[in-house]
């Protein structure tokens, strides 16, 4: 069996363990209720997507350092899969903001500066998308790559201080107070479960993204 | 003043070049002539550095123009089909923006009369405050290559200089080039025109699908002469 | 001067230059400023307190828009007659090009919001006397922000077919937090508390500012390069 099958099987085995501690092992919550139980996909998506973002920045920073399309191909792919975990955050958001909250969206600070996020790098998807020559494509990504990194603490910053302007009462945030023992291992779990899903997921992308370019050539 | 060896380029799957040699000295004026799609610009482009080659090496003025292309644009210049001019602007304003653009390191800004010189040397300093709009092709063309003179250009590169000039115009080409060759400026045109080909350069250079099939001096060469060696050597390319 | 301030300013006063001649295409882009001052109007109705509520927010969002359409213009210029060509093989650094722009859609996004703010207190009835100064410092920093992270988005884009959309799409999340900023930072102003109580958000956009202005200095030769 490949490197990349065996990571596979190996996140679907975590997950299987994240996802059954999630919703057997950990306790129910007491204010909440069973909903609460979505922090354990919300939290690890969102992580997640910050990790797949750093990577954006590494694999763009190494592109216009060393000009090696591998680099570009680290960088998209993990735009990619960027994309798809704020995705799944913001949804994952959503569905635990309706009953918790009475309503889909809020502007609190974090999901706001998430979707601000989301659109930076939907934007840098569609750079891709419709630059043709690859040299140049990689090079544009690269450079909104870069800026799009350098926003992400930008972002978080003015966003946090739009929202204590406008709102200065608190909100249940998604986050648990105080954390018990079964809650943050359950947590944990499904974090490594996402890294290892995301890690697979990168592998293959790059696999994609390699045999895509060798047959255009 | 230029030298290039084993120049290749591919575009994806298509070879535009194919191991092109090509050496121009100072003072020299080398005409390359090809069927359209021979890579004449391609070339043409790889030696003022505006296009990376595939492979292969190329020395401007002894440096690797390749590893430091900035020297060798300090050194060329290229006068390709757009005229690289500002309609909205005068001549003399676009020569004035190009001469600080084009500076050489150190010169600062006291090279305040280049501009004028290069008007003066392309005849159109009677038009030097008319807007680039108003210009004809012909004098557009004329401050395209006083923009060329620039910054103490030492080479020339040029695709199809003569198009769109008159008989006069083509005249007038011709003995631009002969005083900037006489400075000890070198050149290398892209040209279709045969006799034009003969009258202005030392050399002749003929590319067809991408490779040099005849390099040899005008001297050797009259107009009906030329255009038999050409139409074999393409010929003899084709079929291959 | 040395030979990068040089070029710089070389690069602004031919843009400028241009710019004024070619008449149609600045007036017309001022005119798209005052014609939204219009449509805000008619879609916030006349309730004299609801706008001057939200008066700050509707005078940047007239600088962005207005930025949508003109901050990517200088390059689309280049275009013409190949100088784009012309400007990748000047010698040495080319980053100079970028601030020479950058100074340039400064001045001209500055012409428009000196128009803006002198219809806004027209139209709207809002005395703008005491709060000019703070309110030219604020509206510096965020045009400094805002045209930075446009000029290098324009530059990037210009030579794209999807130019005209992706620019936006590109640009508008990227000015988020300038947008933020100086809205915020032109509410105080505005009000007409003191500068100091505007922090963070000046703070924010200074910050912002340079990282934006840096980014474009070390990154536009990547953008330039064939």
Redesign the interface.
Same mark, same amino acid.
């Given at each position: 069996m490949t490197a990349a099958r065996r990571l596979g099987w190996l996140a679907a085995a975590a997950l299987v363990v994240g996802l059954g501690a999630a919703f057997g092992y950990a306790p129910r919550e007491a204010v909440q209720g069973n909903v609460q139980r979505i922090m354990y996909v919300h939290v690890p998506a969102v992580l997640t997507a910050y990790v797949a973002f750093g990577l954006v920045l590494v694999g763009s920073v190494g592109y216009?350092a060393t000009r090696a399309l591998r680099w570009d191909r680290l960088a998209a792919a993990a735009a990619e899969l960027g994309v798809l975990f704020t995705g799944i955050t913001i949804a994952s958001g959503s569905i635990w903001g309706k009953p918790t909250w009475g309503t889909w969206w809020t502007w609190d600070a974090r999901l706001t500066s998430t979707a #601000?996020?989301f659109? %930076?790098y939907?934007?840098y998807l =569609?750079?891709r998308a419709?630059?043709d020559e690859p040299e140049?494509r990689a090079?544009?990504a690269?450079?909104?790559g870069?800026?799009?990194a350098?926003?992400i603490p930008? #972002?978080h910053?003015? %966003?946090k201080?739009?929202r204590a =302007?406008h709102q200065p009462s608190t909100i249940l945030g998604p986050e648990p107070s105080p954390i018990a023992p079964p809650i943050a291992h359950a947590l944990a779990a499904n974090w490594v479960a996402f890294t290892l899903l995301f890690a697979y997921l990168l592998t293959l992308r790059m696999a994609v993204a390699r045999l895509e370019e060798a047959d255009?050539? | 003043m230029i030298s290039a060896a084993g120049l290749r380029k591919a575009f994806g799957r298509q070879l535009a070049l194919d191991a092109v040699s090509l050496e121009v000295g100072a003072g020299e004026c080398v005409a390359i002539l090809g069927p359209n799609g021979a890579g004449k610009t391609t070339l043409l482009r790889i030696l003022a550095t505006a296009l990376r080659p595939s492979a292969g090496s190329l020395r401007v003025g002894g440096v690797d123009a390749l590893r430091d292309p900035d020297a060798a644009r300090a050194l060329l210049r290229l006068v390709a089909h757009g005229s690289h001019l500002y309609e909205e602007l005068t001549a003399l304003e676009n020569l004035r923006f190009w001469s600080a653009m084009l500076a050489a390191p150190g010169a600062g800004s006291a090279d305040a009369a280049a501009p004028r010189a290069a008007l003066a040397e392309v005849g159109l300093d009677a038009v030097a405050d008319e807007r680039v709009r108003t210009f004809s092709a012909g004098m557009k063309r004329r401050l395209a290559l006083a923009r060329g003179l620039l910054g103490d250009a030492r080479a020339l590169v040029l695709d199809e200089p003569a198009s769109g000039l008159d008989r006069q115009g083509r005249a007038w080409l011709g003995g631009f080039l002969a005083r900037f060759t006489g400075r000890g400026g070198a050149v290398v045109m892209a040209t279709h025109g045969f006799e034009g080909a003969l009258e202005v350069a030392a050399r002749v250079v003929v590319l067809a699908r991408g490779r040099v099939v005849l390099d040899r001096p005008a001297l050797a060469l009259t107009a009906d002469g030329l255009r038999e060696a050409y139409d074999e050597a393409v010929a003899a390319e084709m079929v291959q | 001067m040395s030979r990068y301030a040089g070029r710089a300013w070389a690069v602004l006063w031919k843009d400028l230059l241009v710019e004024r001649r070619a008449k149609e295409s600045a007036n017309a882009l001022l005119f798209f400023t005052v014609t939204l001052l219009f449509l805000f109007q008619f879609a916030l109705g006349t309730d004299r307190e609801r706008l001057e509520a939200v008066l700050p927010g509707l005078l940047w969002l007239a600088v962005v828009l207005s930025g949508l359409l003109g901050l990517g213009r200088l390059f689309v210029a280049e275009r013409e007659n190949d100088c784009w060509e012309a400007l990748r093989l000047v010698p040495g650094d080319r980053s100079a090009i970028f601030v020479g722009k950058l100074a340039a859609n400064v001045v001209l996004l500055a012409m428009l919001e000196v128009v803006l703010v002198v219809l806004v207190a027209l139209f709207y009835g809002v005395a703008l006397g005491h709060a000019l100064p703070a309110l030219a410092v604020v509206m510096a920093l965020g045009t400094l922000g805002l045209a930075a992270i446009g000029t290098l988005f324009g530059a990037l884009t210009a030579p794209l077919r999807a130019r005209e959309v992706l620019f936006p799409v590109l640009l508008l999340p990227a000015q988020v937090p300038v947008l933020l900023g100086a809205v915020s930072a032109t509410g105080t102003a505005l009000a007409g508390r003191p500068l100091a109580d505007a922090q963070p958000w000046l703070g924010l956009l200074a910050a912002a500012d340079c990282v934006y202005l840096v980014l474009g200095v070390l990154t536009f030769e990547f953008v330039l390069e064939t």
């Amino acid at each position: 069996m490949t490197a990349a099958r065996r990571l596979g099987w190996l996140a679907a085995a975590a997950l299987v363990v994240g996802l059954g501690a999630a919703f057997g092992y950990a306790p129910r919550e007491a204010v909440q209720g069973n909903v609460q139980r979505i922090m354990y996909v919300h939290v690890p998506a969102v992580l997640t997507a910050y990790v797949a973002f750093g990577l954006v920045l590494v694999g763009s920073v190494g592109y216009l350092a060393t000009r090696a399309l591998r680099w570009d191909r680290l960088a998209a792919a993990a735009a990619e899969l960027g994309v798809l975990f704020t995705g799944i955050t913001i949804a994952s958001g959503s569905i635990w903001g309706k009953p918790t909250w009475g309503t889909w969206w809020t502007w609190d600070a974090r999901l706001t500066s998430t979707a #601000v996020l989301f659109l %930076v790098y939907v934007g840098y998807l =569609l750079l891709r998308a419709t630059a043709d020559e690859p040299e140049r494509r990689a090079r544009f990504a690269a450079v909104v790559g870069i800026v799009g990194a350098a926003n992400i603490p930008i #972002v978080h910053f003015s %966003v946090k201080w739009w929202r204590a =302007l406008h709102q200065p009462s608190t909100i249940l945030g998604p986050e648990p107070s105080p954390i018990a023992p079964p809650i943050a291992h359950a947590l944990a779990a499904n974090w490594v479960a996402f890294t290892l899903l995301f890690a697979y997921l990168l592998t293959l992308r790059m696999a994609v993204a390699r045999l895509e370019e060798a047959d255009a050539a | 003043m230029i030298s290039a060896a084993g120049l290749r380029k591919a575009f994806g799957r298509q070879l535009a070049l194919d191991a092109v040699s090509l050496e121009v000295g100072a003072g020299e004026c080398v005409a390359i002539l090809g069927p359209n799609g021979a890579g004449k610009t391609t070339l043409l482009r790889i030696l003022a550095t505006a296009l990376r080659p595939s492979a292969g090496s190329l020395r401007v003025g002894g440096v690797d123009a390749l590893r430091d292309p900035d020297a060798a644009r300090a050194l060329l210049r290229l006068v390709a089909h757009g005229s690289h001019l500002y309609e909205e602007l005068t001549a003399l304003e676009n020569l004035r923006f190009w001469s600080a653009m084009l500076a050489a390191p150190g010169a600062g800004s006291a090279d305040a009369a280049a501009p004028r010189a290069a008007l003066a040397e392309v005849g159109l300093d009677a038009v030097a405050d008319e807007r680039v709009r108003t210009f004809s092709a012909g004098m557009k063309r004329r401050l395209a290559l006083a923009r060329g003179l620039l910054g103490d250009a030492r080479a020339l590169v040029l695709d199809e200089p003569a198009s769109g000039l008159d008989r006069q115009g083509r005249a007038w080409l011709g003995g631009f080039l002969a005083r900037f060759t006489g400075r000890g400026g070198a050149v290398v045109m892209a040209t279709h025109g045969f006799e034009g080909a003969l009258e202005v350069a030392a050399r002749v250079v003929v590319l067809a699908r991408g490779r040099v099939v005849l390099d040899r001096p005008a001297l050797a060469l009259t107009a009906d002469g030329l255009r038999e060696a050409y139409d074999e050597a393409v010929a003899a390319e084709m079929v291959q | 001067m040395s030979r990068y301030a040089g070029r710089a300013w070389a690069v602004l006063w031919k843009d400028l230059l241009v710019e004024r001649r070619a008449k149609e295409s600045a007036n017309a882009l001022l005119f798209f400023t005052v014609t939204l001052l219009f449509l805000f109007q008619f879609a916030l109705g006349t309730d004299r307190e609801r706008l001057e509520a939200v008066l700050p927010g509707l005078l940047w969002l007239a600088v962005v828009l207005s930025g949508l359409l003109g901050l990517g213009r200088l390059f689309v210029a280049e275009r013409e007659n190949d100088c784009w060509e012309a400007l990748r093989l000047v010698p040495g650094d080319r980053s100079a090009i970028f601030v020479g722009k950058l100074a340039a859609n400064v001045v001209l996004l500055a012409m428009l919001e000196v128009v803006l703010v002198v219809l806004v207190a027209l139209f709207y009835g809002v005395a703008l006397g005491h709060a000019l100064p703070a309110l030219a410092v604020v509206m510096a920093l965020g045009t400094l922000g805002l045209a930075a992270i446009g000029t290098l988005f324009g530059a990037l884009t210009a030579p794209l077919r999807a130019r005209e959309v992706l620019f936006p799409v590109l640009l508008l999340p990227a000015q988020v937090p300038v947008l933020l900023g100086a809205v915020s930072a032109t509410g105080t102003a505005l009000a007409g508390r003191p500068l100091a109580d505007a922090q963070p958000w000046l703070g924010l956009l200074a910050a912002a500012d340079c990282v934006y202005l840096v980014l474009g200095v070390l990154t536009f030769e990547f953008v330039l390069e064939t």
